[in-house]
């Protein structure tokens, strides 16, 4: 550890004269949070020992103004305090011991380099003091600018400069900024006074206030903050500097920064850390200004000159608004030195980063200074266009390209949008859950959206919250709108699962689904039929027709990802991108798809196989009565009988899914949920049975004793399935095992239907997926009944069939017992969504809603493990079972078919974890495709 007194002073570094510009070598930016720092560390580092790679200690701010210091460009000088110093202060509520000192020594140093003094002498040097943490959060925090004015320091200003004016327009804003962040005198109060003043002059802007006026409201506000803080403004200016600095630390905990931290998911243990910047003015007439500048635009990615110039103003006038920019490229007709200086200094910014910059500038008298740069943000298409741009200079290589997309960003552009440049007026926002531009009737339950569809309408349903009944309205409806539960809710998760549009958590909206409509927080009422427009990008729900923009993204994989001609930049971005991903991935890509037209789809998408196909869907609908004879069979030869009559369904159905993945492997899982689900309501049966039974004492028809009768078997089967813990019950293999001849029927399915694709010329790959085993004893019976079973098939139809047969691992026990599983296994697929269950002992559909948010809140969870993998829980498992299972049997081939396949931070860990594929929903297959070849990226 660096003691403190090897470092009494920074070297000198005349701000005439930059240091000559030194290339460092470049370095990733640390992933973990800086190291704890013993008591010697040092609290305060020279704009000129600082570098772009220390943002854990001298903030983002602090970091890249080092940067460019060290690049030679124009910087003022100054410090930063690190926010190792900010955590001190925020765990002890003093500033550390040490700080004073290490603040007076840069001080010192700082006031040297310049010939000036803090707030003192014929030429006194102001101060801005900064705020500027690790990840940015712009406008969170708070910053003071021209820190060290006084009574005294005014008029020595005004002499130095010959500029009146500008001295005291310098001290009223000290006065008000300082004011307001500082000493917490409410900020309306200043903005009141100097309306006043404007008034009484009869001017519009506060430029055309001259240093009388000015000096009359300086004296306004400084009354304003006797009154307000009980004693006059800071006339030490070393005072005003430990006051600001302290503020700067507060403001770390203010509201606004920590709401926008926990959107961002920031963790609040970070802290800021505080730069001390000699202060330039672009105040000081028409010859100065301020500005904002991008290397690019980040809207679209394109190559330009954007970003805007405020003549005569100091940096806090452009985002206040106060009076209206110019587009800078007006700044070539009114500085041409100063612009072309700035294009410069943009080329070498975005050379050094190798990425779009966002700049903050100020012109003070013809003279260029950099006061700030960061890596800017952008939206997704910006991101596409702009890595394969850079790609293209030879800025970046192919590797550098890929990790700049993120496959969050690679579903946004996936999805139709809203064209929102007229602005339209929202009626609520909400959580932005599943994107997407969505329009339609709102329809208030599920029957009524699934009917209004199939009559070609389309319509947004809106419920307070879903739950699985409202899942054939969710299918059929084009949009879901929820006034409640947040990412990971059923209509969250449900909707990104199935591509569809949702809103949720729009707690503004108040839903009577009994009286079909929703009322919103001014009272705007929206009946059952009224249309609506929500966008799931962004959460915005408007009223009426908003008209949407076609995806070209969506359109060119639903092309098979083949690159049409016309192919605009961005769609040829995305298929560069996405070519370089599949080149570098290791992990496999498949997709979850139960019905042939999914399976086509997912295929188009670029899936390389089916990771699982539930067979419950096929037993739903007109099949109902199927399983209902087969539960409520008597003999073996009336279940036979049912076997029988599901037999040809489900092989028809398997045959189609064979076809529309033929050359690909398709893993089906055979039945998992329990039989009671598709038996009827339990509380609407013994209602119905109770009526009919009570009719039936008065009319004694004998078709109705019947239908009673039949009600009364279901009701008596209805009851003895019924559990307590469906999910922890007769389920998955047990079932197959309890009921005779069921697993059967279904490998018996999948075989003939192998064997009619092989007849039909095919190259079908079925798989026989076992769920929920807990013990190789189970995999053991089941798999020497399919043996029988295929072996049959092979002697009826005379052909040999291959057909593995593996085992999901969704239970901890099967993860622990991996070893023994694999002898009989030849794969394994991981049910995250069971295993998360049972590792966590939390059932999703019962706990999601009633603790995740005070969860999330509390910051035990970051994000639901139901959304990212739990690596340290549920992916210890992962790991345990695929070393346990490969030790057994090398060639075990390894999967995923949870939610989480689709998840991005998850396709890392799986791939880490060395899986061999994922498998998610069709949609997300370009996704998972996308992360798993950033997966496979080495570090930079
Ligand atoms: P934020 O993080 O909110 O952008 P900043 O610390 O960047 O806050 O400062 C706010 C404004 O003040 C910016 O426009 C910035 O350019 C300007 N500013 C900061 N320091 C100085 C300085 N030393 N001289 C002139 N303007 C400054
Ligand atoms: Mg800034
Ligand atoms: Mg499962």
Redesign the pocket.
Known sequence: MPDIRTHPHPPPHPPTAPAAPTTPPEQAPRPAAAEPAAPTARLVYDLADGRRDMADLLGG?GANLAEMTRLGLPV?P?FTITTEACRAYLRTGAEPPALRDEVSAHLAALERRMGRRLGHGQDPL???V???AKF????????V?NVGLTDDSVPALAARTGDERFAWDSYRRLIQMFGRTVLGVDGELFEERLETARRAVGVDTDTELNARHLRGVVRQFKDLVREHTGRGFPQDPREQLDLAIRAVFDSWNGERARVYRRQERIPHDLGTAV?V??????NRGPDSG?G?AFTRDPATGHQGVYGDYLANA???D??AGVRNTVPLAELERLDRRSYDELLRVMEILENHYRDLCDI???IERGKL?L??TRVGKRTAAAAFRIATQLLDQGLIDADEALRRVRGGQLSQLMFPRFDTRSRPATLATGIPASPGAAVGAAVFDSATATARAAEGEAVILVRRETNPDDLNGMLAARGILTSRGGKTSHAAVVARGMGTTCVCGAEELDVDPVRRRLTTSDGTVVNEGDVLSIDGGTGDVYPGELPVVPSAVMEYFENGCVLPPDADDLVSAVHRLMTLADRARRLGVRANADTADDAARARRFGAEGIGLTRTEHMFLGERRGLVERLVLADTDAERAAALDALLPLQRSDFRALLAAMDGLPVTVRLLDPPLHEFLPDLTELSVRVATAEARNDQADRADRADQTGHDACLLAAVRRLHEQNPMLGLRGVRLGLVVPGLFTMQVRAIAEATADRLAEGGDPHAEIMIPLVGTARELEIVRADAERTVAEVEAERDRALSLPLGTMIELPRAALTADELAASADFFSFGTNDLTQTVWGFSRDDVEASFFAAYLEKGIFGVSPFETIDADGVGSLVRVATERGRATRPDLKLGVCGEHGGDPESVHFFHEAGLDYVSCSPFRVPVARLEAGRAALAAP
């Open positions: 701010k003022p100054g102001l101060v801005s900064r705020s500027g940015s959060m712009p406008g969170m925090m708070d910053t600018l730069s910047v000699a202060m330039v003015f672009g301020t904002v100091q940096g806090e452009v985002v903050e500038f100020t200074w006061l700030q």
